[in-house]
């Protein structure tokens, strides 16, 4: 494997974690602002509020996202393990 067969691996990789984690951590993001404004608006200060509608909203969100992370992670082992060239 040549420096820049590495190179490609390592970015792919990190690319496709970041595409993978993006809409967990969006879903994490807009559940943290509503919790956010709720205790605004609500005057309620309970720091445990906001853990666990994010851990519920994230565990939902993977539960329905499991099918195409799936994908892109076979896809992506299969372009990994598939035909490899020869030295």
């Not at 595409?19 to 709720?38: R, T």
């Amino acid at each position: 494997m040549d420096p820049d067969m590495a190179l490609s691996l390592g970015r792919q990789t990190l690319m496709l974690t970041l595409l993978i984690a993006l809409p967990l951590l969006g879903v994490g993001l807009v559940v943290g602002v509503l919790v956010s404004l709720l205790q605004a608006v609500t005057q309620i200060q309970e720091m445990t509020l906001t853990f666990v509608p994010k851990i519920v909203a994230m565990v939902a969100a993977s539960v329905l996202l499991m099918p195409w992370i799936m994908t892109k992670l076979m896809e992506f082992a299969q372009e990994m393990f598939g035909p490899m060239p020869v030295p």
